[in-house]
């Protein structure tokens, strides 16, 4: 008998509560492949993917392995195209990093700045996941009901109970409650970002009390004892996205892993600076810098910044990148994907046999 399984994990076709959060760039198909196997719900990161992409990935997991896996799109509109003229202030201020990297001054960003999200949405009706999740937004009830339609089951994020109960009359599967402890982006939409700040256990609790969609718990969860909370809320699973990043499958440079294990204390900070969107990061110089300065509306702040944030990388420099991590970032663990998922299900199961005891 499997103690840990709940109704969603029956619904999504997975052995354990534990989800790998859908992180772009970070969650490659080695990864999601690899927590599927070990029992989880592996998941990719689309937001910025192209069509053609999205099906290599997907493909990708599929030579790996025939289990379900999430694909997770950020559903968001495109700005309006902002002129050369108004980018200016935003180049002249990277402009100066851009030279300490040796890359060439930064140019105005042209639109499209994402791709687009209707050819995505395509893409997912061709790749057809067993699990396709939405953040930064929600999808019409009609495209909800079309996935489902095809045997996707369809999540969505919430930073507060009202885009829970607005999920919910979507018809979605699940809900998975971001609080404000997570890393990577906000997802909230219906309220300003920076009022929907409720923390996890807080915001978790409250959720389950106002729906009956099942519900994942995400931000700060980053071991066996996380979980255990979570499940003890009234979630069905828990998300977790920072405890994968230095993972040897993740796709993050190895700065940002090496800032996860350094991590002491909880160094994170919301910033808009790297992508135009509210995102928690380890903090470093841009984010510090920059906190006053120009920025373009997302995504196109994403693009001015991608040259940048890449080189910085790729040179083993921390000062621009964008170290995306959640406020537990000090218990992080350089495990294999595999691995992590084995060990936070004897973490949960202890914890759960440890309460139990105080009953005797």
């Not at 025939?66 to 559903?75: E, G, H, I, Y």
């Not at 050819?119 to 061709?126: C, G, K, N, P, T």
């Not at 980053?222 to 990043?245: K, P, R, V």
């Amino acid at each position: 008998m499997n103690r840990l399984q709940t109704p969603l994990c029956d619904r999504l076709g997975i052995r354990l509560p534990i989800i790998q959060a859908p992180m772009a760039s970070a969650a490659t198909p080695e990864m999601a492949a690899a927590v599927c196997k070990a029992g989880g719900l592996g998941s990719l990161g689309a937001a910025y993917s192209q069509p053609e992409a999205m099906q290599r990935d997907a493909e990708a997991v599929r030579a790996q392995t025939d289990l379900p896996f999430n694909v997770n799109l950020f559903v968001v509109s495109q700005p309006p195209a902002v002129d050369a003229a108004a980018q200016r202030g935003a180049l002249d201020a990277v402009a100066g990093y851009y030279q300490s990297l040796g890359l060439p001054a930064p140019e105005p960003v042209r639109a499209p700045y994402a791709p687009d999200l209707e050819a995505q949405l395509r893409a997912i009706e061709a790749i057809r996941p067993a699990v396709f999740s939405s953040h930064l937004g929600d999808l019409p009830a009609e495209r909800v009901r079309r996935f489902q339609s095809q045997g996707i089951k369809v999540g969505g994020s919430a930073n507060c109970v009202a885009e829970a109960e607005r999920l919910e009359a979507l018809g979605v599967d699940f809900i998975v409650a971001q609080g404000a402890e997570a890393g990577g982006h906000r997802g909230s939409y219906l309220r300003n970002p920076y009022e929907s700040m409720t923390g996890t256990l807080a915001l978790v609790r409250m959720i389950v009390c106002r729906v009956k969609t099942p519900v994942v718990a995400a931000g700060g969860i980053m071991d066996g004892a996380g979980i255990a909370a979570a499940l003890a809320l009234g979630a069905q699973a828990a998300q977790l996205g920072t405890a994968f990043i230095p993972c040897p499958e993740s796709g993050a440079p190895q700065v940002h892993k090496d800032g996860l294990l350094a991590a002491r204390e909880d160094t994170t900070v919301i910033t808009e600076k790297f992508s135009g969107k509210p995102a928690r990061g380890l903090a470093n110089r841009f984010n510090r810098e920059m906190r006053d300065a120009p920025q373009l509306p997302f995504p196109a702040q994403n693009a001015l910044t991608g040259k940048l944030r890449a080189a910085s990388g790729k040179a083993g420099n921390p000062d621009f990148v964008a170290m995306w991590a959640g406020q537990a970032a000090p218990l992080s663990r350089a495990l294999p994907a595999g691995q992590l998922i084995a060990t936070l299900e004897a973490e949960t199961l202890e914890c759960l046999d440890r309460l139990a005891s105080l009953r005797r």
